[in-house]
């Protein structure tokens, strides 16, 4: 993959971001009208939440920090990625990664898992990063990602546990990688 200017890469964001939320609206709209808007903004903290949210968060870098430990590098190494690191501060990260979050939660979590379930949603979820079908560890982790946001989100019922969890642990995960804790070099 050629290196993309910085500018192209938000472009790219931005519009697979955009597909994602026209594709909501449309399975909203068709298939799922019977679910409320209103339940996107219901937020109950009660302390059942707040130990999903806390556990969840936990369980999700946990489950990552396995991959990257035990995992060849150059299965996890995504050129798109490394680049998203290089290219951006962890300020604009945390723009992309809230955006990212918010919409992918609303389409997977919100609609798609109450249509088909936990496994069927994290089976698609999987296969929509459709850059890791080269990388069956990546493909499974994203899987295994989306199964555990499936279950935060139904043993909370609130949707913006599944979102917030999301966007932390991609928040964390970008911190460790610009640390040095964590590195994207194929050849480590």
């Not at 060849?72 to 290219?87: D, F, Q, S, T």
Request: charged content about 15%; proline content about 2%; overall charge positive.
């Amino acid at each position: 993959m050629q290196d993309l200017s910085k500018k192209v890469l938000l472009l790219n964001i931005m519009l697979t971001q955009a597909i994602l939320l026209v594709i909501a609206i449309a399975i909203k709209f068709f298939w799922a009208q019977h679910l409320s808007l209103n339940l996107l903004l219901e937020i109950r903290i009660t302390p059942g939440i707040i130990a999903v949210l806390l556990l969840g968060i936990l369980l999700l870098l946990f489950l990552q920090l396995l991959f990257y430990k035990y995992v060849p590098r150059h299965e996890l190494a995504e050129e798109l990625n490394r680049m998203l690191m290089e290219k951006f501060s962890l300020s604009e990260l945390c723009f992309i990664f809230f955006t990212g979050a918010l919409i992918e939660e609303f389409l997977f979590r919100f609609l798609l898992q109450s249509l088909l379930g936990i496994t069927l949603t994290s089976l698609i979820f999987a296969l929509i990063h459709v850059r890791y079908i080269s990388k069956k560890y990546m493909l499974l982790e994203v899987f295994l990602l989306s199964v555990i946001l499936g279950i935060i989100f139904e043993a909370t019922s609130m949707f913006y546990v599944p979102v917030v969890c999301h966007f932390v642990l991609n928040i964390l995960t970008a911190l460790l990688i610009k640390k040095g804790f964590i590195t994207l070099d194929p050849k480590v």
